[in-house]
């Protein structure tokens, strides 16, 4: 790459030879703007187009029942995804909470006490299992609740499944803004005397109030759109369904049965369904966006 | 995910080291974070150990021959993989192929060429293909991109590249639409945010002076960039590619539904409907009746989650080389 910028000097330098080589010069350096410029606005273009159409193939498919009915059998048209969007809240909430507990938990020793071997052993491996596929979670759970310990499909091992995937997000969202807390804050409350537990749960945790909410509804915006391992835990379920020790059904296991069916009314239902969860997930990350940019704290 | 080259971790809180003066409640509480961060490497360990011991019958009974033959024959207990992985590395290379020179660009559109004004939303949208789940491209491609693909980018492609020596021979074959090349390009769009995210914080993160001393010498703005700014960043702009890699790998719904979930074999044609792996554990956990079976789904997740941690591992020593932080990027 560098070899270009090296061999810009010609040989023999010729008034001519000189403009020539300018021209030429910033020809490349005119084309790659353009180039460059296009790669942005092609990025940008597909987003736009794929969020246009959900809305478009997704709109027709939202009314009243879609929201409040189950899902009919094949072939009948009408019915709707109520228990798909429950299913969804439910797994959610109970990811949530195996998931945040153990996130803020983790975060707050990397943050105010991490050091030494265990802190770097720690941090790896939230780095590695945020590596972790999705698709390989939902095998490990699978594999030991769903085919072992419980033995059958059931919404809690979705939760659990959903809780892993939560947790490196919400450590390392809450580990940064636990860090943009002012040691001063933390010397001033020590220096009254206050213990130093005290300290973190009475003054730098509700310091950093909004971005420790921020990192939980982003962890929660981006397990909530997770299919595949849902798809190995929580099944699926077309009956209202509220025992988490039960088959499950969640919203984007139901927008994939639908999509691979071959009615067009399902289908119409898949988008409405895809329209519905990019809406939430997307306002999710539209809220976070908001109160984190500026005031990375918030609160005070 | 926003990539921001982490601060070199600055020592925490030396106020707080009194550990002989600890009371009771100090202690306690340090003990229950203590507990709760060793989670964390008792979940690995337990992910690893599990798929590890579950997968091993299969792995056992096929040996070498599990990652090397390409008959995945449940019925007659033959197991060999080598066409989903076959299928996973032919779909990422053409989402990198792809991808990361698109992705690159438009780091570098919003780190040198943006206006103050577009950076913003434009980086902000970017980040939004991160945020879409993976299923409603999996939608998209089933329903839009696969019929396109069938109906007008592939048999152009095998009109003019088809008849070429070489290469021609990846674009041969009827088209199919749900085959390898639009998982391919699925997963290109799928990738595009987390390389660009990640090579914008590179790009910002050269320093002014490396940009300066080339305008000096009378070098145009392209100039700059090949010869100042991307030998910089090179090591760190490959780390996110193979971030970017790492996530194409693991990927499984959008691919689930567009690359055909045909177990054919090993071609040269990218027309060719194909499996990776994990989209035949998504196909095929449904069906694992015996213990063997089950085995040998579980063995090619540990096979992924092999392969993937290699990647990731690499790309984030890449990064951590560039961002010199003991932290590195968060993503």
Not at chain 1, 13 to 38: A, E, P
Not at chain 2, 31 to 36: A, D, R
Not at chain 2, 242 to 264: D, F, K, P, Q, W
């Amino acid at each position: 790459m560098a070899t270009q910028a090296t061999t810009v000097a010609p040989k023999l330098f010729t008034r001519q030879s000189i403009r020539g080589q300018q021209r030429s010069r910033q020809l490349v350096d005119k084309l790659m703007t353009g180039l460059i410029t296009t790669c942005a606005a092609l990025a940008v273009a597909m987003l736009l187009f794929i969020l246009v159409y959900v809305i478009i193939r997704g709109a027709p498919a939202l009314n009243f029942a879609f929201f409040t009915e189950r899902p009919l059998p094949m072939g009948e048209v009408g019915g709707g995804v109520a228990p798909a969007i429950i299913g969804t809240l439910l797994i959610m909430g109970a990811a949530a909470l195996m998931g945040v507990p153990v996130g803020i938990g983790t975060a707050i020793y990397l943050a105010e006490y991490g050091r030494g071997r265990f802190a770097t052993i720690v941090r790896f491996v939230i780095d590695l299992i945020a590596g972790v596929p999705s698709i390989v979670v939902g095998v490990f759970v699978w594999a030991l609740l769903v085919r072992q310990v419980i033995g059958h499909f059931s919404g809690f091992a979705g939760s659990v499944a959903l809780a892993i995937i939560m947790i490196p997000i919400v450590t390392r969202t809450v580990e940064e803004v636990l860090r943009l807390v002012p040691d001063m804050y933390r010397e001033a409350s020590l220096a009254l005397g206050v213990p130093q537990w005290k300290t973190i749960i009475a003054i730098v945790l509700p310091t950093a109030k909004s971005g420790v909410i921020t990192g939980v509804v982003l962890s929660m915006a981006r397990a909530g759109g997770e299919t595949a391992p849902l798809l190995l835990t929580a099944l699926g379920n077309q009956f209202f369904s509220f025992d988490l020790f039960q088959p499950m059904a969640a919203l984007p296991v139901q927008i994939y049965n639908y999509a691979v069916s071959p009615y067009d009314d399902w289908h119409t239902k898949a988008w409405g369904a895809a329209l519905i969860l990019i809406m939430v997930v997307g306002l999710l990350s539209f809220i976070t966006r908001q109160v984190t940019r500026g005031r990375g704290l918030g609160g005070r | 995910m926003h990539a921001i080259p982490d601060p070199p971790a600055p020592a925490p809180q030396p106020v707080a080291q009194r550990r002989s003066g600890e009371n009771v409640g100090d202690r306690v509480f340090r003990s229950s974070t203590i507990v709760l961060a060793a989670v964390n490497p008792l979940i690995l360990g337990m992910l690893a150990l599990l798929l590890f011991i579950d997968g091993w019958p299969a792995l056992q009974k096929e040996g070498l021959s599990f990652l090397a033959t390409t008959t995945w024959d449940p019925v007659f207990t033959e197991f060999g993989t080598a066409h989903f992985i076959f299928g996973t590395i032919v779909t990422s290379l053409i989402a990198l192929v792809l991808g990361a020179p698109i992705a690159v660009g438009a780091a570098l559109f919003l780190a040198e060429y943006a206006p103050d004004w577009l950076r913003e939303p434009v980086s902000y949208i970017i980040e939004m293909l991160a945020v879409i789940p993976s299923i409603i491209y999996g939608l998209w491609g089933f329903f839009v991109l696969a019929p396109f693909m069938r109906a007008t980018v592939e048999p152009f492609l095998r009109e003019y590249i088809g008849p070429l020596p070489v290469i021609g021979a990846l674009f041969s074959g009827p088209a199919v639409g749900k085959d390898m090349l639009t998982a391919g390009v699925i997963l290109a769009i799928m990738i595009l945010p987390t390389i660009t995210s990640i090579a914008r914080e590179i790009i910002k993160a050269v320093p002014d002076q490396q940009r300066e001393g080339m305008v000096a010498l009378g070098a145009t703005k392209w100039e700059m960039i090949t010869g100042a700014v991307l030998p910089y960043a090179r090591a760190g702009i490959v780390g996110g590619v193979m971030l970017g890699l790492g996530r194409a790998l693991g990927e499984t719904m959008a691919v689930t539904m567009v690359i055909g979930n045909s177990s054919a074999q090993i071609t040269p044609s990218l027309f060719n409907p194909g499996y990776t792996m994990a989209s035949a554990i998504a196909n095929q956990f449904r069906e694992a009746d015996s213990d063997i079976y089950f085995s040998a789904i579980v063995a090619v997740a540990v096979v992924l989650l092999f392969v993937t941690a290699i990647v990731n591992g690499l790309a984030r020593l890449l990064i951590w080389k560039m961002a010199r932080g003991p932290v590195g990027l968060r993503i």
